[in-house]
């Protein structure tokens, strides 16, 4: 059996962040054969700038490059700040516009913040400039996160967890079709 591995990436510097707590939800409820990878390198990425984008990449970003390709999907969990992108990730993003890697790769979008619709829609923005293959189905807004874990950073929201479960699924579903 092939093993499908997802790469997570969390807009949240914080340490415990609820992103955090969303993507070890789904980790830990990731079917036999999916294996999902956090990445842990946003807070080591330089500010894009095209003038370093034209040679030999630095480290932290063709680390991040290889990371997303050799990724059979991408999840993104983040939360939204001043209505919008939070900032190492756009950057994240940033660093993979001229090189590619996002193009046709499945993709989910989760966004769990106080409101989190502007952010929300500003990501499917740049998912859909990097072409990044992001079926409706593995689209999920969670306002209000804060009340939907509990102090041990566990997402407890019965709802939540049944919508995080719908996500993951449309997902490998999409793997599994490309």
């Avoid at 993979?96 to 890697?101: A, D, F, L, R």
Wanted: aromatic letters at 4%; one cysteine or more.
């Amino acid at each position: 059996m092939k093993i499908s591995v997802i790469l997570a990436i969390s807009g949240s510097l914080r340490k415990n962040s609820s992103n955090g707590a969303i993507i070890n939800a789904l980790a830990a409820m990731a079917p036999e054969g999916v294996t999902v990878t956090v990445y842990e390198g946003l807070a080591n990425l330089p500010h894009f700038d095209p003038g370093l984008d034209t040679g030999e990449p630095l480290a932290a970003v063709a680390d991040l490059r290889k990371q997303i390709s050799e990724a059979d999907g991408v999840l993104i969990c983040t939360p939204e700040y001043a209505f919008g992108i939070p900032a190492a990730l756009k950057n994240a993003l940033e660093w993979t516009v001229s090189s590619g890697e996002f193009v046709d790769k499945p993709t989910a979008l989760i966004t769990a913040s106080s409101q989190g619709q502007h952010g929300h829609a500003a990501l499917q923005l740049v998912l859909g400039a990097i072409s990044a293959k992001l079926p409706e189905e593995a689209k999920l807004l969670i306002p209000f996160i804060r009340t939907r874990i509990n102090a041990e950073g566990k997402v407890t929201d019965a709802e939540v967890l049944a919508s995080l479960q719908s996500v993951l699924q449309a997902l490998i579903g999409t793997i599994n079709q490309s």
